[in-house]
């Protein structure tokens, strides 16, 4: 049997979601034999070009940095012969692993995927289960396979969401969550004391891509799940509406904790405390927004510089 932490490891992951497990695995003493990772890309307002977060761990760890623009063509196996990985690691790498890249390594494939499979496989689990309004969520691990996020289940960690807890707060609670069951999973197989668990795919789902159109509000729908959309598009995208004909961002909001009478999207109240916009069941106080072209101001500001007035609409 052999020991976790002397398996050749190839870990391949890009985000901060993954940046956590390679930091974990690294400073635990697990053999890591390469990070493979996504190009360079522009960020920020000033568009420059910047490395993606697993690079800067692994540039401080003195590690090999691979960033192929593709597996599919077979010019990744001078990669795979370079490092001879026991176990090939990923953790939010963005691309299916081909056939040879998957048979390679002695002990396979895994990934420790943002969700309890088989359900939310795909780009966004974890924003799509705060969008739902999921209470529970958590991670898995997995052995790879050809179809996405379909192969046999490992090891799973359960959390709970908390009711106003955005996306990114809890993609960051789950990548501190994760690291140490990915590394557990790794002694297991080396051990070989780990369980497969084949996945039930009549009860998988699937969690699709954002979209920006996700985040226009209806306000026809209830205040609370407005506000999971919300929680679930933060930080990655936005949510807005219209008001006075012009685009709006809503950049803060939480559900009203009185009740409202008032059309959808008609602001039933305005003051330094917010606006008050009521939706098909609940009401919704905006905090904060950011007028078309403009940063993002309190709602106090936007009432104030505007004569904003109750029985105004958002949306059309």
């Given at each position: ?6 398996l050749r ?21 697990y ?50 012969d ?31 995927h ?20 999921d ?6 691990t ?12 490992l ?32 002694d297991?197989?080396?051990d ?10 009549a ?48 950049t ?15 602001i ?9 916009v009521?939706?098909?069941e ?14 993002a101001?309190?709602?106090g ?16």
């Amino acid at each position: 049997m052999a020991n976790g932490k002397e398996l050749r490891i190839l870990f391949m992951g890009t985000p901060d979601f993954a940046a956590a497990s390679l930091e974990y695995l690294i400073q635990n003493g697990y053999t890591i034999v390469g990070l493979v990772c996504r190009a360079d890309k522009p960020k920020n307002r000033g568009m420059q070009i910047m490395p993606p977060p697993c690079k800067l761990v692994a540039g401080a760890a003195g590690l090999p940095i691979y960033q192929p623009e593709t597996l599919k063509d077979g010019s990744f196996q001078s990669v795979l012969d370079e490092t001879q990985p026991d176990l090939i690691v990923t953790v939010a790498y963005g691309r299916l692993l081909p056939q040879y890249v998957l048979d390679y390594p002695k002990y396979g494939c895994i990934n420790l995927h943002g969700s309890l499979l088989p359900k939310y496989r795909g780009a966004a689990p974890i924003q799509r289960a705060v969008m739902n309004g999921d209470a529970v969520t958590g991670v898995t691990t997995m052995f790879l396979s050809l179809a996405m996020d379909e192969g046999d289940m490992l090891l799973k960690k359960e959390t709970p969401i908390g009711p106003d807890e955005t996306a990114g707060e809890l993609m960051g609670r789950l990548a501190v969550l994760g690291a140490p069951v990915l590394a557990e999973t790794i002694d297991k197989i080396a051990d070989g004391t780990i369980v497969r668990t084949p996945q039930n795919h009549a009860e998988a789902t699937y969690a699709a891509m954002l979209d920006k159109a996700e985040g226009r509000m209806d306000f026809a729908k209830s205040a609370q799940s407005l506000y999971c959309v919300y929680r679930g598009l933060t930080p990655a995208l936005s949510v807005s509406s219209t008001f006075r004909g012009k685009s709006v961002k809503i950049t803060a909001m939480h559900p009203a904790n009185e009740a409202f009478a008032g059309a959808a999207g008609e602001i039933v109240r305005a003051d330094k405390n917010g606006i008050v916009v009521s939706c098909g069941e609940g009401a919704l106080v905006v905090t904060e927004l950011a007028p078309e072209g403009k940063r993002a101001m309190a709602a106090g500001d936007f009432i104030n510089g505007r004569q904003v007035k109750t029985g105004e609409f958002f949306g059309a």
